[in-house]
T-cell receptor, first 113, second 114 residues
Framework: AQSVTQPDIHITVSEGASLELRCNYS??????LFWYVQSPGQGLQLLLK??????LVQGIKGFEAEFKRSQSSFNLRKPSVHWSDAAEYFC???????????FGAGTRLFVKA | DGGITQSPKYLFRKEGQNVTLSCEQN?????MYWYRQDPGQGLRLIYY???????QKGDIAEGYSVSREKKESFPLTVTSAQKNPTAFYLC?????????????FGPGTRLTVL
């Protein structure tokens, strides 16, 4: 069965520091992988997605993620965090057509001045 | 602008009452979803519909019901049988053309049982 694990419930980083949010997935075939961001009390917004091809994916707001099949990971990174990046981040895996998507439990990011 | 609207933003319900949450999309998407979000548990799928007049139970369908009479609309009813309905509810849709799998989300409805 598909599953997604985000090992960190919350992370605190200083503004301007680099960020890496971890995501591990379990899926039998080539996965469709996503990262979403949610501000408090809002819906989710897609940051980036991976289906195939280049394993380093660029997204919006300066985020990128790297697909590593050997490690079943899809970690999200940003070189320099801004205070506005404080939010909750969800990793997700979809089946072939994306009709069923499994979400991780989320990682809440706190940014300190 | 195309998107998904959910109403109301906040909803208060007395125990024993049924309530209906609205979800409307103008993205011309075929598939629509309802998720429940509780702190620390991510998103859990309640119901989904891939086409008008058809829908399937998700992982936590007990105590909920849906209908899909129009492509644009996918209302969720939280019945009195739902034992712990206080949560944040999110509606989403997926366009099937290209099968990108990206879900578009509404802003959510926060339901509180008094």
């Amino acid at each position: 069965a598909q599953s997604v694990t985000q090992p960190d419930i919350h992370i605190t980083v200083s503004e301007g520091a680099s960020l890496e949010l971890r995501c591990n997935y379990s899926y039998g075939a080539t996965p469709y992988l996503f990262w979403y961001v949610q501000s408090p009390g809002q819906g989710l917004q897609l940051l980036l997605k991976y289906f195939s091809g280049d394993t380093l994916v660029q997204g919006i707001k300066g985020f990128e993620a790297e697909f590593k099949r050997s490690q079943s990971s899809f970690n999200l990174r940003k070189p320099s965090v801004h205070w506005s990046d404080a939010a909750e981040y969800f990793c997700a895996v979809g089946d072939g057509g994306g009709f069923k998507t499994i979400f991780g439990a989320g990682t809440r990011l706190f940014v300190k001045a | 602008d195309g998107g998904i609207t959910q109403s109301p933003k906040y909803l208060f319900r007395k125990e024993g009452q049924n309530v209906t949450l609205s979800c409307e999309q103008n993205l011309n998407h075929d598939a629509m979803y309802w998720y429940r979000q509780d702190p620390g548990q991510g998103l859990r799928l309640i119901y989904y519909s891939q086409i008008v007049n058809d829908f399937q139970k998700g992982d936590i369908a007990e105590g909920y019901s849906v209908s899909r009479e129009k492509k644009e609309s996918f209302p969720l009813t939280v019945t009195s049988a739902q034992k712990n309905p206080t949560a944040f509810y999110l509606c989403a849709s997926i366009g099937t053309s290209g099968a990108s799998g990206e879900q578009f989300f509404g802003p959510g409805t926060r339901l509180t049982v008094l």
